[in-house]
């Protein structure tokens, strides 16, 4: 009997500390994610961040997909084209239409009620039993990043606050498709984020040259900086961001995107020279707490 406890201990603490492995590789994507803002304002041509998004999405899908050497089949063409969009194409347009239009800590804040988004999704796509206890720090985690990112000047811009909005939603809906979809059994995490990064750049492609039009010039920082979206926040944040979601609660998932823009605000600091003073210090805690938090089980209520 003695055994089998400490067998089962043994268990449960393996789990734990493969859960805990999982969801701090997961945790590198919006890590990564996060330094977009500091790469595409001081490393890029400007002008063109949907330029910037067509390099962090297609060359990285056209390397995984010529590593990995397997393309979807069957209605798995249709799933990867839908998934590619939402996680990545009309994600990374409305993302930067929405940080042209409004300052980085509205569009951040915006960007921050995905979590929320999620926590509703799952109830009606997953049937999963809504939680009070995810929507509270889903709503408290809004609160922290506004407190962090926010500043008394925050302009408002009607268009940006929508797209803002729409890129949280695909997100949303992006990343409660993928958790309801799985990944078919001849895909492994890089070949599913290949389908996906491909999908995305390929759709960004047109409405990058309509919008834009012809690709800027690239100077050596240029080409170090489409390198850094490219490798580390497209083609390995993204594997890790897949095999996350496959692997640990989508709502758990989603409040880690809450990290980009702590790790936005924490660059600003060491980059920019910017200052943050105790409001945002306060919400950094705020914030902080809310995604630990959110990869903890609800409490449950004792019956005696």
């Given amino acids: 009997m003695k055994s089998s406890v400490v067998q089962g201990v043994s268990v449960a603490k393996g789990a734990t500390q493969g859960d805990l492995r999982r969801t701090a590789l997961t945790a590198f994507a919006p890590l990564v994610w996060g330094t977009t803002y500091v790469v595409i304002t001081e490393m890029l041509p400007p002008g063109h961040p949907l330029f910037a998004g067509i390099m962090r999405a297609l060359p990285a899908g056209l390397i995984a997909l010529a590593f990995t050497r397997t393309l979807p089949r069957g209605i798995w063409w249709v799933k990867a084209a839908v998934l590619g969009v939402l996680n990545i194409g009309l994600l990374n347009a409305l993302l930067f239409i929405a940080a042209e239009r409004l300052p980085g800590g509205v569009a951040a804040t915006l960007a921050a009620v995905q979590p929320l ?55 949303a809906f992006g990343l409660t498709l993928t958790k309801r979809w799985g990944r ?8 599913f984020a290949g389908w996906q990064l491909t999908a995305g750049g390929l759709f960004l492609l047109p409405v990058t040259l309509l919008i834009e039009g012809p690709p800027p010039a690239i100077d050596l920082t240029a080409a170090s900086g489409y390198l850094w979206l490219g490798l580390a926040g497209g083609l390995v944040a993204y594997v890790l961001w897949f095999r996350g979601i496959g692997a640990l609660p989508v709502t758990s998932v989603a409040v880690l995107v809450l990290l980009s823009p702590l790790m936005a605000a924490v660059l600003g600091v060491i980059v920019l020279g910017q200052t943050l003073g105790p409001i945002q210090l306060v919400g950094f805690a705020i914030c902080l707490a809310a995604i630990v938090a ?3 089980p609800a409490p449950t209520r004792s019956h005696n």
């Fill in 294 to 296: 959110g990869q903890l």
């Fill in 184 to 191: 078919p059994a001849e895909a492994s995490p890089t070949t």
């Fill in 117 to 171: 988004v999620v926590a509703a999704l799952a109830v009606i796509v997953l049937h999963e039993q809504p939680s009070a206890w995810r929507i509270a720090w889903g709503v408290t985690g809004v609160v922290g990043v506004g407190f962090v990112v926010i500043g008394p000047n925050a302009a408002l811009d009607l268009t940006g606050i929508a797209a803002g909005l729409g890129s949280a939603a695909s997100m």
